[in-house]
Antibody, heavy 123, light 107 residues
Framework: EVQLVESGGGLAQPGGSLRLSCAAS????????MTWVRQAPGKGLEWVSS????????NYADSVKGRFTISRDKSKNTLYLQMNSLRAEDTAVYYC????????????????WGQGTMVTVSS | DIQVTQSPSSLSASVGDRVTITCRAS??????LNWYQQKPGKAPKLLIY???SLQGGVPSRFSGSGSGTDFTLTISSLQREDFATYYC?????????FGPGTKVDIK
């Protein structure tokens, strides 16, 4: 069964850090790009960041560029999101998703999603 | 960045109704447009990719059309399990963007 399981969410103070993880199973992890999407409470979906199958290409939304870092570990079949300098507006459910392509490009989409992990930034 | 809008923001419909949701991009995106369904408390689900290709396992009552800047998601005969929020997403630019969503609820 293809599955993504996120972990690492919780409460962080403004200016603090958190690292999210996403454990993948049921597919060849390195053959697909991976993506983080977030959803603030009661709001819509916001794409955060994507990484290519080999980890060599990354891209970020302007709202997180310079603060968040996406990475992946092939040996552990795990995707990460290191979140630094957190702000109240980063409060959201964070979903990891499997891309339908190996490198984020035109025509990409997200066909498998995890259940999400909640991040709350508050003092 | 490419902006994506949706209309309407919400609609009320009955089981059996034909429902149409529109998505518009700020620039031409060819057919690089995907549709997702999200139910409360659940992760989104990919319905349509490439503007008109049905994702595996998705019922055939869902269909997508359009190219350039204007796109449509149609549910030919609304079923109870289709009451949800629907999002379009452009994938022409790798700064991917989602539309604001259309909530479909029961009339």
């Amino acid at each position: 069964e293809v599955q993504l399981v996120e972990s690492g969410g919780g409460l962080a103070q403004p200016g603090g850090s958190l690292r999210l993880s996403c454990a993948a199973s049921g597919f060849t992890f390195s053959s697909y790009a991976m993506t983080w999407v977030r959803q603030a409470p009661g709001k819509g979906l916001e794409w955060v960041s994507s990484i290519s199958g080999n980890g060599g290409s990354t891209n970020y939304a302007d709202s997180v560029k310079g603060r968040f870092t996406i990475s992946r570990d092939k040996s552990k079949n795990t995707l990460y999101l290191q979140m630094n300098s957190l702000r109240a507006e980063d409060t959201a459910v964070y979903y990891c998703a499997k891309d339908i392509v190996v490198v984020p490009a035109a025509g990409d989409g997200f066909d498998i999603w995890g259940q999400g992990t909640m991040v709350t930034v508050s003092s | 960045d490419i902006q994506v809008t949706q209309s309407p923001s919400s609609l009320s419909a009955s089981v059996g109704d034909r429902v149409t949701i529109t998505c518009r991009a700020s620039h031409s995106i060819s057919n690089y447009l995907n549709w997702y369904q999200q139910k409360p408390g659940k992760a989104p689900k990919l319905l349509i990719y490439g503007a008109s290709s049905l994702q595996g396992g998705v019922p055939s009552r869902f269909s997508g059309s359009g190219s350039g800047t204007d796109f449509t998601l149609t549910i030919s005969s609304l079923q109870r399990e289709d009451f949800a929020t629907y999002y379009c997403q452009q994938s022409s630019s790798t700064l991917f963007t989602f539309g604001p969503g259309t909530k479909v609820d029961i009339k």
